[in-house]
């Protein structure tokens, strides 16, 4: 219990000033309700949303190299380091969805004090409704940050089992897939499919492509390097 607990802690203390960090610079998009106020002519889009998922998605690709190395030689073996990165995840993913909504509420409210119709407050919710509470909007970032975080991670450990070459061999595959499916406009059924679910359907979705995908990372964890090969 206590090497999880180390663990656990290693990887909170190394993303801790990043994210007080990252956080203290989005708290600027509060000052689009003084901007708007201002200027009423203007029409202004809060990202703080987007730069969210940017961050998530960046810092998660260090994940690895910052505590795998650390919590094996201390005797951690890879199956707890597994479980406290799991738990690492969800703390990290309601941490940041808990952020996003405490400053998205602070903004609803400011527009409302001060009758602003010139703010736009994107959320990913808006694509089943306009009616959707706050709470269930941290709920649904919650999930879209725990996918972007494995995501991060699968590609992290790509890097550092298979080195450079794997690692941009796997970025190049899927640029090449991307690149090749928009002129065949692959991407129609997709989004048609994830439009005719409902809110239930949709996060379930979400829980179930980043379970797989750390399943895979779980799978290329197995007997992995305490040295990274990407070097």
């Known amino acids: 219990m206590n090497q999880w607990k180390g663990s656990l802690y290693l990887s909170l203390l190394s ?3 990043e994210f007080l960090i ?3 610079i989005n708290s600027s998009f509060l000052l689009n309700l003084v901007i708007c106020y201002m200027f009423p002519d203007i029409t202004l889009i809060t990202v703080g949303i987007v730069g969210t998922y940017i961050f998530t998605f960046i810092l998660s690709t260090k994940l690895l190299n910052r505590t795998l190395s650390i919590s094996l030689r201390y005797g951690l073996n890879r199956k707890r380091f597994l479980g406290s990165t799991a ?3 969800i703390i990290w993913s309601f941490s940041h969805a808990i952020m996003m909504f405490l400053m998205n509420s602070i903004l609803l409210w400011g527009a409302d004090i001060f009758e602003l119709s010139n703010i736009i407050i994107p959320q990913i919710s808006m694509l089943f409704g306009d009616n959707v509470s706050l709470f269930i ?3 649904i970032d919650a999930c879209i940050i725990s996918l972007i975080s494995v995501s991060g991670i699968f590609v992290n450990i ?3 089992r298979f080195g450079l070459i794997g690692g941009y061999g796997f970025v190049g595959l899927l640029a090449v897939i991307l690149f090749i499916g928009l002129p065949f406009k692959w991407y129609i059924p997709l989004a048609e499919a994830v ?3 409902n809110l239930a359907q949709f996060m379930g979705v979400l829980l179930l492509v980043a379970a797989v995908i750390y399943g895979l990372i779980c799978m290329f ?3 992995i390097s305490t040295i990274s090969a990407n070097v």
Do not use: D, H, Q
């Open 221 to 223: 964890t197995n007997k």
């Open 87 to 89: 738990i690492f995840i």
């Open 15 to 17: 993303y801790k000033r």
């Open 137 to 139: 909007n941290l709920l």
């Open 158 to 160: 790509l890097f550092y």
């Open 195 to 197: 439009m005719g679910l």
């Open 22 to 24: 990252f956080w203290l």
